[in-house]
C-alpha cells in the first residue's frame, strides 16, 4: 500500500461482496472507497433481490394463511382482499432499515463512499460520474469489482415492466396478477412462480430442459413439483419460447411446439448478466465473457494483480451468502493480510414455498459416482413440532457412508430448511460422523430433532446389513 494513490482499497458495489471486501479491508487499516449509485445502497440484492424477495415471501405466507391451514382448514386467510401495497409495504420497510444499517456499519468503520459510477481509466485509476453531469477520478491501489448482475433480457422480447416483466419489476407491478406465465425453472423463476400460486394467481412455469432443479435432491423437487401443483401450477418442460405478444389485455406466450398460453403477465428468468458493460474494462487490461463474468484466480485476483473481482459478477455460485465471503477473503488477500481459504462445503437455500436447503452431495451424484451411501429420512408429521405449526409435508434427508459412517449429503423440504441444514454442516465441516447425531440430545419439541431420528433410520438400516453380512 502507498500513500501516493486517494486509497488504499477502492471497492466498486455495495451488495454482499462489496460491503464484506470494504469493511473487512478498513479493519485491516486501509483506507477505502466505496462506489455506489445513489439510490442502490446495498446493491441488487438488498433494492431488487434477495431481500425484497424474501420478505415478499414472508409477507406471502402470513397474509395468506398458508403455513396455517394444515391446522384451521384450506380457506383459512388473513387478509382476504390481499394487495400489491400489502406486499410492498413490508418489504419497503426492511429495505430502508437494511440500507440504514449498511450506511451505519460503513460510516462506523471509516469507508468513503463515493456516489455515482465507476469506470477504469487505467489499472489504478478510475473516473466516479455522479450521475448529475458531473465525473472526478480517483486512484487506488488495489480495486475490488463487485458490480453484480442484473437479469437477461432477451433482445427478441418486448420488456414494459408490466406484462412482460423480469425479477427485477415484480415490486413494480401494479396489481397481483389473475395469471402469469414464467419463462424459466430455475431458482429465481421458480422462487416467484410459488409465491404468486400462493396469492392465487394462476401460474404457467415453461421451461426448455425436462426437469427444473436440476441441482437439487430428485426426491426434494418432486415433492416440490407436487405442492406447486396443488396451488394449481401449470409445468411446461422441454418447451422453447419463441414469441411473447402484448395485447390490450394481456399477452400470448407461442411456444415452438405451437402451443399458445394467455396471461396478464410474463415474468422472463432467463437467467443473469454481469454489470460490466459501463467499466470500460479493457483500459484496465481485463475482459469479460459474454454474460459480462470476469474470470479470477482461487484468491479472487484477476488477470491483473491489482484487480479483485467478487460475487455474482464472477458467475457460480452467484450467492449472496458467497459473495460475502469471497470479498472479505478478497480483501485480506489485498492487504496481504493471511486468511483461510473458503471452505468446499457450502450450503445452497432456495426460497418457494416450501423452502429447500441443502448442502453435500445428492443421491444421482453418489450414485454416478459410485460411491456407496444409506439414506435416514425423518418426516415432520411424525414430529411434535410438525404438528404444532401444522407441517405434515416437510423431510429431512441425511446421506451416510456405511464405511466411515460420515455424513455425505443433507437434504432439507419444508419450515425453517434453511435454518435446518446449518447443524448438518456444522456436524459435517467438523468431521462428524452420524454417530454425533445419534448420541446427541436435542430439545424437545424441534424441528431439529429430525436429524436425530434421521441419523437413527440410517444406522439401524446399516446394522441391518452388517448382521446379514457378519
Known sequence: ????????????????????????????????????????????????????????????LYLTGMSQRELYGQSYRVKDEITIGDLT??????????????????????????????????????????????????????????????????????FDDQTIIDSDGILGLERI?????????????????????????????????????????????????YHLRDLAVTFRFGETVTAVERYAKGTVTILESGKKIPAETVLYSAGRQGMTDHLDLPAAGLSADKRGRITVDDTFRTEVDNIYAVGDVIGFPALAATSMEQGRLAAHH???EPAHPMHELQPIGIYT?????????????LTEERIPFEVGVSRYRELARGQIIGDSYGVLKLLVSPDTRSLLGVHVFGTGATELVHIGQAVMGLGGTVDYLVDTVFNYPTLAESYKVAALDATNKIRQVNQLTD
Open 89 to 158: 409495504a413490508r418489504t419497503s420497510h426492511v429495505v430502508g432499515r437494511e440500507v440504514d444499517v449498511i450506511r451505519a456499519q460503513l460510516t462506523r468503520n471509516g469507508i468513503t463512499v463515493l456516489p455515482g459510477m465507476g469506470k477504469f481509466i487505467d489499472r489504478h485509476t478510475l473516473q466516479i460520474s455522479d450521475g448529475t453531469g458531473h465525473a472526478r477520478s480517483v486512484t487506488a491501489d488495489k480495486v475490488v469489482i463487485a458490480t453484480g448482475t442484473s437479469p437477461a433480457r432477451p433482445p427478441t422480447v418486448d
Open 334 to 336: 489485498a492487504c496481504g
Open 353 to 365: 414455498i416450501p423452502e429447500i436447503s441443502y448442502i453435500g452431495r445428492t443421491e444421482d451424484e
Open 177 to 225: 396478477p389473475r395469471s402469469m406465465v414464467v419463462v424459466g425453472a430455475g431458482v429465481i423463476g421458480i422462487e416467484y412462480a410459488s409465491m404468486f400460486a400462493g396469492l392465487g394467481t394462476k401460474v404457467t412455469v415453461i421451461e426448455q430442459r425436462m426437469r427444473m432443479l436440476e441441482f437439487c435432491d430428485t426426491e426434494v423437487v418432486e415433492a416440490l413439483k
Open 1 to 60: 500500500m502507498t500513500d501516493m494513490s486517494d486509497f488504499d482499497v477502492l471497492v466498486l458495489g455495495s451488495g454482499p461482496g462489496g460491503q464484506r471486501a470494504a469493511i473487512a479491508a478498513a479493519k485491516l487499516g486501509a483506507r477505502v472507497g466505496l462506489v455506489e449509485r445513489r439510490t442502490m445502497m446495498g446493491g441488487v440484492c438488498i433494492n431488487t433481490g434477495t431481500i425484497p424477495s424474501k420478505t415478499l415471501r414472508e409477507a406471502v
